[in-house]
């Protein structure tokens, strides 16, 4: 398999750290980040690499050679001018055609299951594929907008007119079909995003695949401090990244946000006291957050999908200004009573989804190939509780119900599930 590399960029942003090394070099806990990123592409099966280099390329080809100690094969590519994000594909066509391949960005620590990715992009027969995750800083990002079958709908550069869109950004890692080639008819200077990914979205030919797995650009001094932080803590990669892993599940009203009844306004949306911090403490490691949560007002009429998409953009939006993210929401639409003017029938009717029952939890764990066992839903209502159970979860309460731990809110819950040693070794 087949990965391309643009570690051609001048790094301006972070070129205060040092001018004579070209940013993918910049160490990493005493590593350069394109070699990290060389030894988990090798890992993936990735063996023939090719790294496009420009400002400073020869400190990378000094460094690599023809790759056969760091056991890849590497092709290099020289920008004899800056080329953009994507213009040095217009002279990879001969060494790319045939096979899919992977495209990233030089300045990204990551550790992903790309085998997995790269299925994915096979099931859905599109041109491209983009790995997205939810950002601690969506304002500076590219937010990507997707449909219910992961087809991206729209591609929303931080430059743009923004309407309220969930926490989705592009985290610089693309697979392509090779028919993306034939685009590039010159060499020239050429935005990814602008000239390829958003036409390809208005094509309904590019797709989004959300995981919570690490990935983190350091392209900004502060975020390569962060980087490092993580190596240091070892939260980029824990045991198998194939392994199963755990992942804490909350409810939405009551829990994250002030129970205010049913919720059918962005404005209704007011985070309690420290939920958006403790949601930070399992974001920093790296512990999926998912939300589960019951939408009957879908059923009654009184909101339709635009709505409800309004409203966990405001709560993502909300978590964001602390610093905090939801790896996804997961809800139920379905309400079994009738009687509510301006109802949807479709809607009206008993499933697996809605809690007590389990779906939602099963669903995600489907979605992101966790472990139930390993994880833990918090939730303020014995439906909540219930529903832990049903899906093979470990349940903490916010009140006085039974469950494996309780507590006064959602912080307090937090804390002692990261006090326990034992939950502590099942999360990790």
Do not use: W
């Not at 460094?63 to 920008?79: K, P, Q, S």
């Not at 790995?131 to 079958?149: C, L």
Request: aromatic letters at 6%.
């Amino acid at each position: 398999m087949r990965a391309v590399i643009m570690a051609g960029g001048k790094g301006t942003r972070i070129a205060s750290l040092a001018r004579d090394i070209p940013k993918p070099m910049l160490p990493l806990c005493g590593k350069p980040v394109l070699e990290r990123q060389i030894e988990v592409l090798r890992r993936e099966g990735f063996l023939d690499i090719v790294l496009v280099v420009g400002h400073l390329g020869a400190v990378i080809q000094n460094h690599f050679g023809n790759g056969c100690a760091f056991g890849v094969r590497i092709t290099y590519i020289e920008e004899k001018e800056p080329l953009g994000t994507a213009g040095a594909l217009a002279l990879l066509g001969d060494v790319l055609k045939g096979d899919d391949f992977l495209l990233l960005n030089g300045d990204v620590l990551f550790d992903v299951d790309l085998k997995r990715f790269l299925a994915f992009h096979r099931e859905k027969r599109g041109i491209a594929t983009v790995f997205t995750h939810p950002s601690t800083h969506p304002a500076d990002s590219v937010i990507v907008e997707s449909d219910k079958n992961d087809r991206v709908t729209a591609f929303l550069a931080p430059d743009t007119a923004r309407r309220a869109s969930r926490n989705r950004t592009n985290a610089g890692l693309h697979f392509f079909s090779p028919a993306v080639l034939s685009r590039f008819k010159t060499v020239k200077k050429t935005d990814l995003d602008r000239e390829v990914l958003v036409p390809l979205a208005a094509e309904r030919a590019l797709f989004a695949y959300n995981s919570p797995e690490y990935v983190k650009d350091m392209g900004t001094p502060q975020r390569l401090k962060e980087a490092e932080r993580d190596l240091a803590a070892g939260v980029v990669t824990r045991g198998d990244p194939k392994s199963p892993r755990g992942a804490i599940f909350l409810d939405r009203d009551g829990t994250i946000n002030r129970h205010v009844g049913f919720v059918t306004s962005p404005d209704q949306i007011e985070l309690l006291p420290g939920a958006a911090e403790a949601i930070k403490q399992l974001n920093d490691r790296h512990i999926p957050v998912i939300v589960v949560t019951n939408q009957p007002v879908l059923a009654r009429g009184e909101v339709d999908e635009a709505g409800i998409t309004a409203i966990h953009a405001r709560l993502e939006a909300l978590l964001a200004e602390q610093g905090a993210y939801l790896t996804d929401i997961f809800y139920c639409p379905h309400h079994p009573d009738s009687g509510f003017a301006g109802e949807v029938p479709a809607l009206k009717r008993i499933c697996n989804c809605r809690k007590p029952a389990p779906g939602l939890l099963l669903a995600a764990a489907k979605r992101y190939d966790l472990d139930l066992s390993r994880s833990f839903m918090i939730g303020d209502s014995e439906s909540d509780m219930t529903a832990a159970r049903r899906a093979g979860c470990r349940a903490a309460a916010i009140g006085g119900m039974q469950a494996d731990i309780t507590g006064s809110s959602l912080p307090d819950c937090v804390s002692k599930i990261l006090d326990v040693e034992e939950y502590r070794h099942d999360l990790s």
